[in-house]
Each structure stands twice: as structure tokens, then as C-alpha cells.
T-cell receptor
Framework: GAVVSQHPSRVICKSGTSVKIECRSLDFQATTMFWYRQFPKKSLMLMATSNEGSKATYEQGVEKDKFLINHASLTLSTLTVTSAHPEDSSFYIC?????????????????FGEGSRLTVL | AQKVTQAQTEISVVEKEDVTLDCVYETRDTTYYLFWYKQPPSGELVFLIRRNSFDEQNEISGRYSWNFQKSTSSFNFTITASQVVDSAVYFCALSATDQTGANNLFFGTGTRLTVIP
């Protein structure tokens, strides 16, 4: 099956620093990638939708200046948590939708990365 | 509204018992997809199944089976002869259009399954 890789899987940083998380589709092209945030024992909350070559679409309540998303190529999207604070500590998961030109809904399976656990001290 | 409800927050069963995880959804779309994902303690999401809204055939894959009932807007997941390795959080999700018209994935809150040896 299709593989999505996230890096790093775990990161610990000091308050005030910035952290970048990468999401790569290893064996397919992904026109759309999604970034989710998961709090302990909670569901996944969509943060933003990232389309290759264009600006990300952020969900309501997500600070776009805080969570910078870049989708520079069909296989790579990055999430940068800027000036991280302890409340940003969370599990961040990306997913990628395989490029498909056939259907309006583009509702093929989403392939998820392994997740990145961010701890801000 | 586009919404997925997993009413069971936590379930514990003894190994070899069968267990059904409930999922009820709401959508205004006529075409949509439903998913089940497994999230083991390691955290990654493992895709289990996708079902489109036009296909109400139930599916069986090994010990897993899914019952899709459009009349009740439910997409339940049954594990037969449960094993300890089945212990995980299971998410039901709906792929449908959001307010902007974009196609998004809406997750339920998950059901934590613990299989006791």
C-alpha cells in the first residue's frame, strides 16, 4: 500500500523555539495533504488542508501564523510550529490523498503518517 | 451537518469474545465515504476499510466485518474472536464536503478497545 512518512516521530523543544515536521508520500503523488492534531485520549482535529503549490486552508480557530504549512511538491508537506509553547504539545498527524483525476469527490483512501509527538518544555 | 458519533468511549472484552463498535453518521451529501481506522498505542493510524455510500454490501475480512446500514446511518464494525493485539482506539470517519465545498474527513471521537487476556 501507499506509504506516508512523518519526521521526526518525537521532538522535544524549548518554549519559544520553532519546530518543523515533515510529511512525505514515499511512493505516490499527493495533491492534497492534511494536518491533524490529536490531544490525549481525544479524536483527531483537522488543522489545515494543504494543496501543492497553493496556500493552505486553515480550519476555524487554527492560527495560520502559528502553524505554518508548506506544500512545496507533490510528495512533501511541512508543518512548522513557530514560537512553540507548552500548550502546543500534542500529537500531530499528516495524511495524504493520492492524486486522482477521475472523481469530483476525490475520496480515495487517505494514507496517514506515523504521527509526530511534540513536547514543548 | 457532517458528523460522526461513536457513542462507546471504552469497551473491554475478554480474549476470544466478539465485539461490535458502533458508528452513526450524519451527512447532507448523497455521495460520501465511510472509513474505519485503528490507532494502536504507537499512535499511527492504520486504514481498515472504506465503503462508499452506494455500496451497502456488508464486508468480511478475516475476523473483521462491517455492517453498513444507510437506513439507520450506521456503519458498525465487528471483531470476532478478539485478540490482545486488537487493543487499540478505533476511529470511524466520514468523507464528505465541508462548508467550503471541499472534501474533508470527519472523525468520530474514537472507541478505545481493550482485550483482556
Amino acid at each position: 500500500g501507499a506509504v506516508v512518512s512523518q519526521h521526526p516521530s518525537r521532538v522535544i523543544c524549548k518554549s519559544g523555539t520553532s519546530v518543523k515536521i515533515e510529511c512525505r508520500s514515499l511512493d505516490f503523488q499527493a495533491t492534497t495533504m492534511f494536518w491533524y492534531r490529536q490531544f490525549p485520549k481525544k479524536s483527531l482535529m483537522l488543522m489545515a488542508t494543504s494543496n501543492e503549490g497553493s496556500k493552505a486552508t486553515y480550519e476555524q480557530g487554527v492560527e495560520k501564523d502559528k502553524f505554518l504549512i508548506n506544500h512545496a511538491s507533490l510528495t512533501l508537506s511541512t508543518l512548522t510550529v513557530t514560537s512553540a509553547h507548552p500548550e502546543d504539545s500534542s500529537f500531530y498527524i499528516c495524511s495524504a490523498r493520492r492524486k486522482s483525476a477521475t472523481r469530483k469527490n476525490l475520496a480515495g483512501e487517505l494514507f496517514f503518517g506515523e504521527g509526530s509527538r511534540l513536547t514543548v518544555l | 451537518a457532517q458528523k460522526v458519533t461513536q457513542a462507546q468511549t471504552e469497551i473491554s472484552v475478554v480474549e476470544k469474545e466478539d465485539v461490535t463498535l458502533d458508528c452513526v453518521y450524519e451527512t447532507r451529501d448523497t455521495t460520501y465515504y465511510l472509513f474505519w481506522y485503528k490507532q494502536p498505542p504507537s499512535g499511527e493510524l492504520v486504514f481498515l476499510i472504506r465503503r462508499n455510500s452506494f455500496d451497502e454490501q456488508n464486508e468480511i475480512s478475516g475476523r473483521y466485518s462491517w455492517n453498513f446500514q444507510k437506513s439507520t446511518s450506521s456503519f458498525n464494525f465487528t471483531i470476532t474472536a478478539s485478540q490482545v493485539v486488537d487493543s487499540a482506539v478505533y476511529f470511524c470517519a466520514l468523507s464528505a464536503t465541508d462548508q467550503t465545498g471541499a472534501n474533508n474527513l470527519f472523525f468520530g471521537t474514537g472507541t478505545r478497545l481493550t482485550v483482556i487476556p
